[in-house]
């Protein structure tokens, strides 16, 4: 299996400041045929299902605001909040939909600071 | 928009089996991959096993031996059953879709149901 390794764990960040969340996955999510990263993040808000922001490493999601972005390749990611607003307070996921089983990273928790 | 809405039991007694159908509203169901995942209470997503179009299927290696998924196109509903039930199977369960997009992307989700093992 894939393992997906996000950190940090949790993430205080001030309004207006950047937010950074790392994934690793423990071998490439990279299709060396078609060049794409089967690399996904969702977030997750309290007591809602998760919801796709950006898919393919770095595609955002349609209505998704343009502050938040994907980047990476390989087995490394990130994805950056550059300006924290009050309406980002949730848990980030990171996920692999390369080879079965898909799996997840653990999750990390955006706060207000 | 594709929308999706899991319905089943809410409680499960132990050594049951605990199963779940998904109706989604559109064409997604003739196309892309079909999945379902669950989160335990206050922990992380697990993807449990999809169905594709072609009708096969996989699953997580934690669960194959007790998962099985299947769908009914004429009623656009796939389905989810997991036997010999257990309190460590507690948790909301979610139906997925892929969308043109990526086919393999948990794309549109439903809105989740929690199932309880318990007796």
């Known amino acids: 299996d894939i393992v997906m390794t996000q950190s940090p764990e949790s993430l205080a960040v001030s309004l207006g400041e950047r937010a950074t969340i790392n994934c690793k996955s423990s071998?490439?999510?990279?299709?060396?045929?078609?060049?794409?990263?089967?690399l996904a993040w969702y977030q997750q808000k309290a007591g809602q299902p998760p919801k796709v922001l950006i898919y393919?490493?770095?595609t955002r999601e349609s209505g998704v605001p343009d502050r938040v972005s994907g980047s990476g390749s390989g087995a490394d990611f990130t994805l950056t909040i550059s300006s924290l607003q009050a309406e980002d307070v949730a848990t980030y996921y990171c996920?692999?939909?390369?080879?079965?089983?898909?799996?997840f990273g653990q999750g990390t928790k955006v706060e207000i600071k | 928009q594709v929308q999706l809405q899991e319905s089943g039991p809410r409680l499960v007694k132990p050594s049951e089996t605990l199963s779940l159908t998904c109706t989604v509203s559109?064409?997604?169901?003739?196309?892309?991959?079909l999945s379902w995942i669950r989160q335990p209470p206050g922990k992380g997503l697990e993807w449990i096993g999809y169905?594709?179009?072609?009708?096969?299927?996989r699953y997580n290696p934690s669960l194959k031996s007790r998962v099985s998924v299947s769908v009914d196109r004429s009623k656009n509903q796939f389905s989810l059953k997991v036997t010999s039930a257990t309190a460590a199977d507690t948790a909301v369960y979610y139906c997925?879709?892929?969308?043109?997009?990526?086919?393999?992307?948990?794309?549109?989700w439903g809105q989740g149901t929690t199932v309880t093992v318990s007796s």
């Open positions: 169905i594709y179009k072609d009708g096969s299927t």
């Open positions: 071998q490439s999510v990279l299709n060396s045929i078609n060049n794409k990263n089967y």
């Open positions: 559109s064409d997604s169901i003739k196309n892309y991959f």
């Open positions: 393919w490493a770095s």
């Open positions: 996920q692999q939909y390369h080879i079965a089983p898909w799996t």
């Open positions: 997925a879709s892929g969308s043109a997009a990526a086919w393999e992307l948990f794309h549109y």
